[in-house]
């Protein structure tokens, strides 16, 4: 069974399950999971680890257009040492910090491999989901794309440092919050732009045709991609970018772009159905656990 399909089989059973995070009474609430083996490259730093794991829950609160309130984190290791665990936590505490939330503690454990699990939760009115997304509308993303494809290519040659810094992205919490008063539907790009898109035409019923010369892609990118191709790779099937990926109404777009605090790009328009790039099918395909 893949990812996928175990996906689908907690949607048999969790009622309300398929958005960014579980919505409760106006608390939203999120959680994820990272092992070393297949979310930390050699050469990351533990206050990098920290930093990227709890980002990326924080980044599910920024897709349901909601406050992040707090976060929690469960360190697991093959053993505790001083500096590592420090550091760890100074990464948990500033990309809290850096998004207006807390870190407020989580718990210890023993382990084969460096293992991370933490859970986040915001607060939001009238949270943004992923269906709702209209034929006609305008399909957008913050920031630029390609930066873990790019820190993966430098782990690989050995330039940990710029690899670490592009490793710790800003959780878009405000860029959310900003945009979710006019946004039909919105999820974050965790696992690709190529896949958030299917993930969002499923749940919204609709479909999308973009424009690849109008996805932004990170400056980072063209220092290590090898020709076009690959650097359409890295922008838009590596993934784990944690920018936004939402839909809004065309007469609404102004708007969104003078009150979000980050770049917001149109990459194209939703359509009835198929999701398409430059006239082609875009394979789904993008991060797999």
Do not use: I, K
């Not at 309300?16 to 009474?25: E, I, N, P």
């Amino acid at each position: 069974m893949d990812e996928r399909t175990a996906l689908a089989l907690v949607g048999e059973h969790v009622d309300g399950a398929g958005d960014d995070c579980a919505v409760v009474d106006g608390l939203v609430v999120t959680t994820d999971m990272l092992h070393e083996e297949t979310d930390v490259p050699a050469g990351t730093t533990r206050y990098t680890a920290g930093w990227r794991a709890v980002g990326a829950s924080l980044s599910d609160v920024a897709a349901m257009g909601a406050e992040a309130t707090a976060a929690v984190a469960v360190y697991a290791a093959p053993e505790f040492r001083e500096a590592e665990l420090s550091a760890f936590l100074e990464g948990c505490t500033d990309v809290c910090a850096a998004v207006g939330a807390e870190y407020v503690g989580g718990d210890l454990d023993g382990h084969g491999e460096f293992t991370v699990a933490t859970t986040a939760v915001g607060r939001a009115d009238d949270p943004v989901r992923r269906a709702g997304a209209a034929e006609g509308e305008a399909v957008c993303v913050t920031g630029a794309l390609g930066r873990t494809g790019a820190a993966l290519r430098l782990f690989e040659a050995g330039d940990d440092e710029r690899a670490n810094e592009l490793f710790r992205f800003e959780p878009r919490v405000a860029a959310g919050r900003a945009v979710a008063p006019r946004a039909t539907a919105m999820m974050d790009v965790s696992d690709g732009l190529a896949r958030s898109l299917h993930q969002l035409a499923e749940a919204s019923g609709c479909g999308f045709a973009v424009d690849g010369d109008d996805v932004p892609v990170d400056a980072a990118v063209d220092a290590v991609a090898d020709g076009p191709a690959d650097r359409r790779e890295l922008s838009v099937h590596v993934g784990e970018d944690f920018e936004l990926v939402f839909t809004v109404p065309e007469a609404e777009l102004p708007a969104v772009r003078a009150a979000s605090p980050v770049a917001v790009s149109r990459v194209g328009t939703v359509t009835a159905d198929g999701v398409r790039m430059d006239g082609d099918p875009l394979a789904d395909r993008g991060f797999t656990h």
